[in-house]
C-alpha cells in the first residue's frame, strides 16, 4: 500500500540532516518540508526552503507534486513555487519534450531521490526551457545582480528556521585507503559515496497498484494560507 512506502520513507528522511519534515495534518499522503542547502559553495546555501509535497493515492506509480511555499528565483521555478524538473513528470518518454523516460519518474524512485535533484537543480539550472524566463536571461547576462537576488531569497528564508536551529556541517565523505592485499575487501566494505548523507537503504516492498489523483485546489488553498 501506498501508506505503507510512504511511512517507511518518512522514518528514514526524518533522519537526515539536509531536510525536515513533518505530516501536514497527520496526513501521509501531504507532507511540510523544508530543504536545507548544506553545500558552501552553493549561493543558495543557508538556505531554508520550506516546499509542501502531495503524493497520490497510487504512489510509487505516479509522482509526487512539489511547491516551494516561498519565492525563490530560479530559471526552473515558476512564480507560484511550482518546479519544471524532469523527475516529477509523468512516467515515459514524452516527444514533445524530448525527456526520456530514464529522466523522469518511475515507480523505482524515491521521496529522497527527488530532494537530492531539487537540490542539485538549485546549482545546475535547465535555463534552455525556463519556468522563469527572466530569471534565466539574468543569469546568463547578469550573474551578479542574479546571485544577489538569490542571496536577498535565502537570508528571508532563515527567518522559517526553528528556534534553536543549528546549521549542520556537510562533513566530506572520507574514502579509506584500500589495502590489494586483502581479497575480502570489497565484499566487506561499508563505504558510503552519497555527499547528501542520504540512506541507502530500500525496502523491497509488493506494492497494490491503484489509480488516484492529486486535489490540487486543496494544496492551493494551503499554498494561500502559508
Not at 495534518?25 to 552553493?42: G, H
Not at 511555499?69 to 514524452?94: K, M, T, V
Not at 563505504?191 to 489509480?211: A, E, I, K, Q, Y
Amino acid at each position: 500500500m501506498a501508506e505503507r512506502i510512504l511511512m517507511n520513507e518518512f522514518r528514514t528522511l526524518s533522519r537526515e540532516k539536509w531536510v525536515n519534515i513533518e505530516l501536514h495534518n497527520d496526513d501521509i499522503f501531504r507532507w511540510d518540508v523544508a530543504l536545507i542547502v548544506l553545500n558552501q559553495e552553493s549561493v543558495y546555501y543557508g538556505g531554508y526552503f520550506k516546499a509542501r509535497m502531495t503524493f497520490p493515492p497510487n504512489y510509487p506509480y505516479a509522482p509526487p507534486g512539489f511547491r516551494f511555499l516561498q519565492p525563490l528565483y530560479h530559471p526552473n521555478i515558476y512564480a507560484d513555487g511550482r518546479l519544471c524538473i524532469s523527475i516529477l513528470h509523468p512516467p515515459g518518454e514524452d516527444e514533445m519534450s524530448g525527456e526520456l523516460a530514464a529522466e523522469r519518474w518511475s515507480p523505482a524512485q524515491r521521496v529522497e531521490s527527488v530532494l537530492i535533484s531539487i537540490l542539485s537543480l538549485l546549482d545546475d539550472a535547465e535555463c534552455s526551457s525556463p519556468a522563469n524566463v527572466d530569471a534565466a536571461v539574468m543569469l546568463r547576462t547578469d550573474p551578479t545582480k542574479y546571485h544577489s537576488i538569490v542571496k536577498g531569497h535565502v537570508e528571508a528564508s532563515k527567518a522559517n528556521r526553528p528556534p534553536g536551529f543549528v546549521m549542520p556541517v556537510n562533513e566530506p565523505v572520507i574514502t579509506q585507503e584500500v589495502d590489494k592485499e586483502e581479497p575480502d575487501f570489497w565484499a566487506d566494505s561499508d563505504v558510503d559515496s552519497d555527499v547528501f548523507g542520504g540512506s541507502d537503504s530500500d525496502d523491497d516492498l509488493n506494492v497494490d497498484h491503484f489509480t488516484g489523483s492529486d486535489d490540487d485546489d486543496d494544496d492551493q488553498e494551503d499554498m494561500d494560507e502559508d
